[in-house]
């Protein structure tokens, strides 16, 4: 069974300040996606990452997947209060047709 | 010009109760899912469809049953309604590239299912 970690599950931060959440896992992904979550809402894609050692830029939010494709982290730069949400990491296994298996996630809040 | 709806938002009912969820995309997307959000924030696969065919089915309850119509609807059937059942549920649905598949979701608004 492939488990994807997520850490921290809760942060709490002021605004300004930098973040990183971490998705960890002893399998080897094919790609790797980041959602966020706003309540009440569904998740909604800001990346997918598939060559090992990629970064991708979105505004303030950095992406990269490790080398071994085995991890990955969404690094947050002087983070803002409409950061605010639910950022889930979802992983795509070789051959697993689709199915994602999602990370428990990371409720993040930014305090003004 | 919702990419993908679900009906109803909210739905309240008892335990044993026979109830529907309805899914429709209107983005020509290949595939369609079902997913399951536990109180924790969880999100889980419960089924998925392409081309009218169930291509994955976790291991769900046989009380719930996918029926797709036609490529752009799937909708959730769940029969003897438990309180375990109460979650939000939410449907998805992606492209898929045939050369190098990445299976990107986009999600409906979720139907929160409350059974008391």
């Known amino acids: 069974t492939q488990l994807l970690e997520q850490s921290p599950q809760f942060l709490s931060i002021q605004e300004g300040e930098n973040l990183t959440v971490y998705c960890n896992s002893s399998s080897v992904f094919s790609s790797l996606q980041w959602y966020r979550q706003e309540p009440g809402e569904g998740p909604v894609l800001l990346v997918t990452v598939v060559t090992g050692g990629e970064v991708k830029k979105l505004k303030r939010l950095t992406f990269q997947f490790g080398d071994a494709r085995k991890d990955s982290s969404l690094h947050i730069t002087a983070a803002q209060p409409g950061d605010t949400g639910l950022y889930l990491c979802?992983?795509?296994?070789?051959?697993?047709?689709?199915?994602?298996?999602f990370g428990k996630g990371t409720k993040l809040s930014v305090k003004p | 010009d919702t990419a993908v709806s679900q009906t109803p938002k909210y739905l309240v009912t008892q335990m044993g109760n026979d109830k529907s969820i309805k899914c429709e995309q209107n983005?020509?997307?290949?595939?369609m899912y079902w997913y399951k959000q536990d109180s924790k924030k969880f999100l889980k696969i419960m089924f998925s469809y392409n081309n009218k065919e169930l291509i994955i089915n976790e291991t769900v309850p046989n009380r719930f049953s996918p029926k797709s119509p036609d490529k752009a609807h799937l909708n959730l059937h769940i029969n003897s309604l438990e309180l375990g059942d109460s979650a939000v549920y939410f449907c998805?649905?992606?492209?898929?590239?045939?050369?190098?598949?990445?299976?990107?979701?986009?999600f409906g608004p979720g139907t929160r299912l409350t059974v008391t």
């Open positions: 998805a649905s992606s492209q898929d590239d045939t050369v190098l598949p990445s299976y990107e979701q986009y």
């Open positions: 983005l020509g997307h290949d595939t």
């Open positions: 979802a992983g795509l296994y070789g051959g697993s047709q689709g199915n994602l298996i």
